[in-house]
């Protein structure tokens, strides 16, 4: 598994998707480091134009300089991932430190050699940064557990508990409406009279019925 951020592009296209945006990259920096560099080594008065001057010069050598970089590093790498048969970071290393000896072969063996080392060593610091960040972002944060994922909830609210614990309710005091008021009822000589039961009342109505009517009075005239 490779340790880089970004998944990369199949071998065959890679070469020319890094050779473009090297160069790319190598104009835009380049331009702006010349167009600084221009501006504090003009004279007063002509420093605009000795900027302008120093990016038309030098941006685009420095963005060829990254394209011919990055698509020796391209080949190489997909040279390296042909005969190796994998994909892992000592692809990007073996494929760096070839690149930067590559291009010092000019300036002698011992020139090739420590160019190949610092590339070597360049690229293998950032395969290894990568390697952390990959491994950084895929550790599990450690989060408190949330309500939804504790299994003795979740049952309790299967079981239809509702999951939270209900708050003791307690039953409303009845009060005495005789206790208050008997008191004062009692100093002014008036004391509440309790009223009869319902069976009570019906037992006097059915006895009202079986008392004799009084007579009827007759207006005959005798």
Known sequence: ???????????????????GGAFGMGLVGGSAWHFFKGLRNS???????????????????????????????????????YVRQKEDPWNSIIAGASASGFLSLRRGLRATVGSAIGG?????????????????LAM????????????????????????????????????????GGSWVRSLFGKEEKKKPSGSVGKSEILESFETPSPPIPSFDYK
């Open 1 to 19: 598994m490779s340790g880089s951020l970004v998944e990369k592009d199949p071998c065959p296209d890679r070469i020319l998707d890094d050779a």
């Open 140 to 179: 599990p944060q450690n989060l408190p557990q949330l309500p939804a994922d504790d299994p003795n909830l979740a049952a309790a609210i299967a079981a239809g508990g509702g999951g939270l614990p209900q708050a003791a309710v307690a039953p409303p005091e009845v009060g005495n409406s005789s206790g």
């Open 43 to 81: 004279p007063n008065g002509a420093r605009i134009i000795g900027g302008m001057q120093a990016v038309r010069m030098n941006g685009p050598r420095v963005g060829g300089s990254f394209a011919v970089w990055y698509t020796l590093y391209s080949t190489f790498d997909c040279t390296s991932v």
């Open 120 to 136: 070597g060593i360049l690229l293998a610091g950032v395969e290894g940064l990568g390697i952390m960040m990959n491994k950084f």
